[in-house]
């Protein structure tokens, strides 16, 4: 059975950064798309970043862009997700999660399996 697993999280001042990683086991990430996803206390979660696996194109919601930069090392079976000039709007759990469909060119999350279980990041002064 595979399983993703989160990493990097913490509780950081404003204006700080993080790195996240996303690490597979059981199965592999570079023929799929992967994605990040964060949920805040009492809202939906969504989307953040995507990274596809064909062309390595990288996509980001609003909130983040200029921000936070998605990468992966498929020597390493693992995405990250570096983040910088943090907001306590950025606080939440962060998820990862792998597309169902080889070569996806997106992270729409319907299509997304193999869930982490997240890791928690608080923006704080």
């Known amino acids: 059975q595979g399983q993703l697993v989160e990493s990097g999280g913490g509780l950081v001042q404003p204006g700080e950064s993080l790195r996240l990683s996303c690490t597979a086991s059981?199965?592999?990430?570079?023929?799929?798309?992967v994605g990040w996803f964060r949920q805040a206390p009492g809202k939906a979660r969504e989307r953040v970043s995507c990274?596809?696996?064909?062309?390595?194109?990288?996509d980001y919601e609003d909130p983040v862009k200029g921000r936070f930069t998605i990468s992966r090392d498929n020597t390493k079976n693992t995405v990250y997700l570096q983040m910088s000039s943090l907001r306590p709007e950025d606080s939440g759990t962060y998820y990862c999660?792998?597309?169902?469909?080889?070569?996806?060119?997106?992270?729409?999350?319907?299509?997304?399996?193999?869930w982490g279980k997240g890791t928690l990041v608080t923006v704080s002064s």
């Open positions: 999660a792998r597309s169902r469909i080889k070569y996806a060119n997106n992270c729409d999350e319907m299509n997304m399996e193999y």
């Open positions: 990274i596809t696996s064909l062309d390595i194109r990288t």
């Open positions: 059981g199965f592999t990430l570079d023929d799929r798309a």
